[in-house]
């Protein structure tokens, strides 16, 4: 059974740079679709950027050309670089196995990030 643990969120001025990261458990981590999701409050979970076991990536309109997605397999991690912040990118982020996430099987704690001056 996987298990992701978030970090890297904080307090960023609109702009400004993040990297998340994404420790997950997992023998057969490289064989997995991994993504990044948000939410705010009040609003639903959304899909940021996915990453194959083949590194193909994928984005949302709303981040692409902002956000990079890549993986370390030998360290059972995915990370999620995030540039030129904009307010609209203020949630909670989190990492999943991306079959997981279509079945809301399982989801982490998330990392806050927040954009604003």
């Known amino acids: 059974q996987v298990q992701v643990a978030e970090s890297g969120g904080g307090l960023v001025q609109p702009g400004g740079s993040l990297r998340l990261s994404c420790a997950a458990s997992?023998?057969?981590?490289?064989?997995?679709?991994m993504g990044w999701y948000r939410q705010a409050p009040g609003k639903q979970r959304d899909l940021v950027a996915t990453?194959?076991?083949?590194?193909?990536?994928n984005y949302a309109d709303s981040v692409k050309g902002r956000f990079t997605i890549s993986r370390d397999n030998a360290k059972n991690t995915v990370y999620l670089q995030m540039n030129s912040l904009k307010p609209e990118d203020t949630a909670v982020y989190y990492c999943?196995?991306?079959?997981?996430?279509?079945?809301?099987?399982?989801w982490g704690q998330g990392t806050q990030v927040t954009v604003s001056s």
């Open positions: 999943n196995l991306l079959r997981l996430a279509v079945e809301n099987a399982y």
């Open positions: 997992g023998s057969l981590f490289r064989l997995y679709t």
């Open positions: 990453i194959t076991s083949g590194f193909d990536t």
